[in-house]
T-cell receptor
Framework: RKEVEQDPGPFNVPEGATVAFNCTYSNSASQSFFWYRQDCRKEPKLLMS???SGNEDGRFTAQLNRASQYISLLIRDSKLSDSATYLC???????????FGGGTRVLVKP | EPEVTQTPSHQVTQMGQEVILRCVPI?????FYWYRQILGQKVEFLVS????????KSEIFDDQFSVERPDGSNFTLKIRSTKLEDSAMYFC????????????FGPGTRLTVL
């Protein structure tokens, strides 16, 4: 079983709509989680950290459910510029190694 | 804004040749990393480096790979005898501290092994 799994998509989203997708992780030792964004053939860039209480950054909301071992990302009022691959990332306590999921591709269309 | 830089942006080499991929991490960062991404696949951790030594490495990082910080600014990844399956995008990253600190990624070097 993969350590971090994501629905590859693509999620085709009308501009202005809301889209949400999940990521599951198998290793209970995973301590912290992040969402990174990756544009085609570019480097991953941190979108936001994910906190147990849930957190929001503008139009983006991240949730963590440790009991069910999943993380979610919700994008409100989607913009064309939100089109990208969203990478779910886990890190273990006291470690530095980022474990990436395969990414969820989001396409926002006019 | 400070950023991680990598050279070259694209490297083409023949199978069996040695390549050195170069990175300049953000200047006050202490932790350095290499990741790779084979086309169409996920980003995979290769190695982390702190205080002039490897702190963690993956199964991918076998004897053909080595890392070095030859001076105060550069961080290099050497692949001794390249194989076709080494073709990938190689990302360097750095962070100011360890666990929980954001890792900043460079733009990557696309390695093509023929």
């Amino acid at each position: 079983r993969k350590e971090v799994e994501q629905d590859p998509g693509p999620f085709n989203v009308p501009e202005g709509a809301t889209v949400a997708f999940n990521c599951t992780y198998s290793n209970s030792a995973s301590q912290s989680f992040f969402w990174y964004r990756q544009d085609c053939r570019k480097e991953p860039k941190l979108l936001m950290s994910v906190y147990s209480s849930g957190n929001e950054d503008g139009r983006f909301t991240a949730q963590l459910n440790r009991a069910s071992q999943y993380i979610s990302l919700l994008i409100r009022d989607s913009k064309l510029s939100d089109s990208a691959t969203y990478l779910c990332v886990a890190i273990k306590a006291a470690g530095n190694k980022l474990t990436f999921g395969g990414g969820t591709r989001v396409l926002v269309k006019p | 804004e400070p950023e991680v830089t990598q050279t070259p942006s694209h490297q083409v080499t023949q199978m069996g040749q040695e390549v050195i991929l170069r990175c300049v991490p953000i200047s006050n960062h202490l932790y350095f990393y290499w990741y790779r991404q084979i086309l169409g696949q996920k980003v995979e951790f290769l190695v982390s480096f702190y205080n002039n030594e490897i702190s963690e490495k993956s199964e991918i990082f076998d004897d053909q790979f080595s890392v070095e910080r030859p001076d105060g600014s550069n961080f290099t990844l050497k692949i001794r005898s390249t194989k076709l399956e080494d073709s990938a995008m190689y990302f360097c990253a750095s962070s100011p501290g360890s666990f929980g600190n954001e890792q900043f990624f460079g733009p990557g070097t696309r390695l093509t092994v023929l």
